[in-house]
């Protein structure tokens, strides 16, 4: 009897289409910190340790982010913090290094050249090895990668077969920026632009949500010519000066801004006229700036970070998705190489069947009890059987190499010269393989993006439109926020300090020295600082920005663009649905047809015997 592969449609209705993978397959994908699961696998107790590791054969590493993942694959990358080692953030973060050779449990399933594989080590394999598996691997860090960019307050970027990020989230070229032209932006910085000589005084705006610090310092000497005695009391000016600034800055996800600079000079002069020489001049400034309006709030600041942690789940939800179809691929190369085993065997038969009749038709020819002419129909089957048996024997190879190909990340000379021999049987039908319609139908649908619980059940399909959904959600709140004028409040103060050489004595424009002093009176950066800290000079300022976009037509198109989009991605979930329910109930009707050809065949050969 020739054994077919659609009996193994039962095995993969749960598998597939219901969404529901072996709890061992959960050993690869999941790494989290809680204690282990006290619920024992539906494998073999060689199939749970194959599998344990195969998950430990990949380095675990820290997270990048500190958003809470349900699952994690076991590829992950470390960024460098700042503490203890303040270099470590300007330093590439570690990465895990490229592996392409086959794991261990391969080659040690070799014995006398042959492969011996049954179905819990072919999954085993394929988990540890399979190049889809193991490309799929990387989105998870790949999407850490990108929720690290996002909390540093850049756009979110995706990873191309990340979660949908919609173009209207972007305030002009794509992944350049999230803020609109209203939201806050940087203004001047704290390098002393956004000073103002008049009104107000700001040190400026910046973006959420990654620290900045920096220092400058300047050194100047120039001469001027001026043509007069009038103001300085000499033809011609001298002038030495040296500056120094220094600026922290940080926003927040508030929308909040808050700048810090602080900074001095010292300069030297050869006019006459001046009281101060050298003269040391300090000066500081704080800025908070605050919108009110656009750009406002958690949800138009941190937009990115929500869906770059959305993504996350996301690229979790695809991983196990990979899984589950390498795992159904393997199952069906498995009935497949199984399938053409049998097709050999058969076809061995069938011809030693027809050699055995040529010889009989030979001898009864010889004895004139048959015509000749069934010698010739006798060979015609002899040549035609042995046909069968190459097309059977090369398809058994071919069926053997997909098999490797699948299980392996490259065939190697030890793997291309073994024969892979399958060492489990076919599965029978049983009573209880196809589920109730209805349980079947529930569990496929069943993808819990809205919560925690219930992650690893249902299609990720189904998973993954909800999270698309759940992304345009949060774009629809950020560009909603556009759509207001920018009004922004700041308040700075900017106290100053000045000290110096008090020159006296030295000529008509300077005053007479006091009792004891001859020619100045010192002064220098430590009086100057006193008389900034102390506040001796203080400088307070309040103030408002407001920007009416007239016609507002980018933000009425950006926030339309994002409504036609969620409304688009709700209709494709609902497609997703509609096709899941169709896959779940054509994948039982095969099964019901599967054991209805399985039942005919066993009775015919019995019949036939």
Known sequence: MKCKSPCWLAVLLCLLLIGVGP??????????????????????????????????????????????????????????????????????????????????????????GKLQLSVDDAIALALENNLDIAIARYNLPLSQADYLRSKAGSAVRGTGTSAFISNAL????????????????????????????????????????????????????????????????????????????????????????????????????SALTTLLNPQV?????????????????????AV????????????????????????????????????????????????RYAQKLLEDNKRQVEIGTLAPIEVVRAESEVAADEQSLVVAQTTYQQQQENMKTALSKHVDADLAGVEVEATDKLPDPKPDDIPPLKEALAEALNAPARGEGDRGKGRPEIEQAELNIRNQEYTVQAVRRRLLPTFDLFASYAPTGLSGHAL??????????????????????????????HGNYPDYSLGANLQIPLRN???????????????????????????????????????????????????????AR
Request: proline share 5%; hydrophobic share 35%.
């Open 281 to 301: 001049s300090t000066f500081g400034i704080v800025t908070i700036t605050q919108p009110l309006l656009n750009g406002f709030g958690y949800r138009s600041n």
């Open 170 to 269: 972007f305030a002009n070229a794509i992944g350049s920026s999230t803020t609109g032209s209203g939201g806050t932006s940087s203004g001047g910085g704290a390098g002393g632009a956004g000073f103002s000589s008049s009104g107000a005084k700001s040190a400026g705006s910046i973006q959420c949500c990654d620290p900045f610090a920096g220092f400058f310092v300047g050194w100047d000497q120039n001469t001027t010519a001026l043509g007069t005695t009038a103001l300085t009391g000499v033809p011609f000016l001298n002038q030495q000066s040296t500056g120094y600034q220094a600026f922290y800055g940080q926003g927040f996800l508030t929308g909040t801004s808050v700048v810090v600079a602080m900074g001095g000079s010292r300069s030297t002069t």
């Open 553 to 607: 037509r980018q933000a009425q198109a950006d926030t339309a663009t994002a409504l036609l989009q969620e409304r688009q991605l709700r209709t494709t979930l609902q497609k997703q649905k509609n096709l899941v329910e169709q896959d779940v109930r054509n994948a039982e009707i095969a099964v019901t047809q599967a054991k209805a050809q399985i039942a005919a065949a066993g009775k015919a050969t019995e019949l």
């Open 504 to 533: 006296c004595g030295g000529n008509a424009f300077q005053p007479v020295c006091p009792p004891g002093v001859i020619g100045y009176l010192p002064g220098g950066v430590s009086q100057s600082l006193t008389t900034l800290l």
């Open 304 to 351: 990115s970070i929500r869906i770059a942690r959305n993504d996350l789940k996301f690229a979790d939800s695809q991983f196990r998705q990979q899984v589950m179809t390498t795992t159904a691929n393997v199952l069906n190369l498995y009935s497949s190489l199984l399938s053409a085993r049998e097709n050999v065997r058969v076809a061995q038969e069938a011809l």
């Open 23 to 112: 709890e061992r397959l959960r050993a690869q994908q999941d790494q989290t910190s809680q204690a282990p699961q006290t619920t024992q696998p539906a494998a073999s107790s060689r199939s749970n340790e194959s599998t344990k590791e195969s998950a430990a054969s990949v380095p675990v590493v820290e997270n990048a982010g500190s958003a809470k993942k349900p699952h994690t694959s076991t590829l992950e990358f470390t960024p460098r913090g700042s503490f203890p080692n303040i270099l470590g953030p300007y330093l590439n973060p570690a990465v895990p290094q490229l592996s392409l050779d086959n794991s261990h449990r391969l080659h040690s399933l070799i014995q006398n």
